[in-house]
Nanobody, 125 residues
Framework: VQLQASGGGLVRTGDSLKLSCAAS????????MAWFRQAPGKERKFVAVITKSGRTSYYSDSVKGRFTISRDNAKNTVYLQMVNLKPEDTAVYYCAVDTAPLRANYMYRQIYDYWGQGTLVTVSS
């Protein structure tokens, strides 16, 4: 599986941005998909996950209510819609694939099998 993230950029506080992650391969709809982010000098942290059907999603507390994860299985793409962005959202955003059924430890990056290259989001104050 190859993942290509895009959509990052420089925005101002309060702006919106939508990230995309396109996946290769015919079995995209079999995978749970997640977004993580890594701020400069910090560890990579969980942002959101969506099940293979798209019916269930979970978010970190820091983005809940502002970010929405979605997917289009026909386009092999997962999205992250971000609104009301804050300077603390500045990070490189990565998409990831978990080929196993959704697990309780979905927020741990170690369980994910494939990663995209990341896209940088910078939010100025």
């Amino acid at each position: 599986v190859q993942l290509q993230a895009s959509g990052g950029g420089l925005v101002r506080t309060g702006d919106s941005l939508k990230l995309s992650c396109a996946a290769s391969g015919p079995t995209f709809s079999n995978y749970n998909m997640a977004w993580f982010r890594q701020a400069p000098g910090k560890e990579r942290k969980f942002v959101a996950v969506i099940t293979k059907s798209g019916r269930t999603s979970y978010y970190s507390d820091s983005v809940k209510g502002r970010f929405t994860i979605s997917r289009d299985n026909a386009k092999n793409t997962v999205y992250l819609q971000m609104v009301n962005l804050k300077p603390e959202d500045t990070a490189v955003y990565y998409c990831a694939v978990d080929t196993a059924p959704l697990r309780a430890n979905y927020m741990y990056r170690q369980i994910y099998d494939y990663w995209g290259q990341g896209t940088l989001v910078t939010v100025s104050s």
